[in-house]
């Protein structure tokens, strides 16, 4: 396998329950400051833990309603910030879903996400559409569109029309 931003292995769980909203990813007592500062906040309600942490590859699960809660792209970047590879889980908020993929955020739906345990290490390849766990079963995820795994693997969807319209240098 071929590793991209929508693919990882060996990559650790940390596990969150459901309806994590937008809040407890991006706490609005650290919106007046930069993502840099807003990333240390990430799931501290809920993950003390988690920011400090949380490894670059790293993947985090969840219950279903992941994303809920108000609009703030911040919510997904915090994430991206943090090194976070992937979010699996049964169920996305939609603007949340759209506004990962915008800073480069791979979300995976599986309705099976709930029996991937904390600590576990796992293999995803979104484009073949599976997650393979160390005991060797697969957990199949939902198709994503080819469009928005190309913005993953550009760094999102800015850095993807950066990359498409920069000018290019006569030879």
């Known amino acids: ?7 990882s292995v060996g990559a650790r769980v940390w ?12 706490p609005g007592h650290a919106m007046k400051s930069g993502i840099e500062v807003i990333a240390t906040h990430c799931l ?8 400090a942490g949380v490894q ?6 969840a219950g279903p309603n992941f994303g809920i809660g108000s609009s703030r792209e911040q ?12 979010v699996i889980a049964p169920s996305f908020s939609g603007l949340y879903f759209r506004n990962a993929f ?8 599986c309705e099976r996400a709930q029996e991937i345990q904390e600590g576990e290490r796992i293999a995803f390849d ?7 766990r160390a005991d060797g079963q697969i957990l199949a ?12 693997e550009a760094g999102g969807l800015l850095a993807q029309l950066q990359n498409r319209y920069q000018p290019r240098t006569p030879s």
């Open 56 to 61: 670059r590859g790293d993947v985090l699960v």
């Open 44 to 51: 501290e309600a809920v993950r003390p833990d988690f920011a």
């Open 102 to 109: 915008n800073v480069g955020l791979l979300l995976l739906r």
């Open 75 to 86: 919510a997904a970047s915090a994430l991206v910030q943090l090194g976070v590879a992937a």
């Open 126 to 132: 979104a484009r073949a559409g599976g997650i393979a």
């Open 15 to 26: 596990r969150v329950g459901a309806d994590i909203d937008t809040d407890q990813l991006a």
């Open 1 to 7: 396998m071929t590793l991209s931003a929508t693919s």
């Open 141 to 152: 995820t939902e198709p994503i569109p080819g469009f928005l795994l190309d913005m993953v």
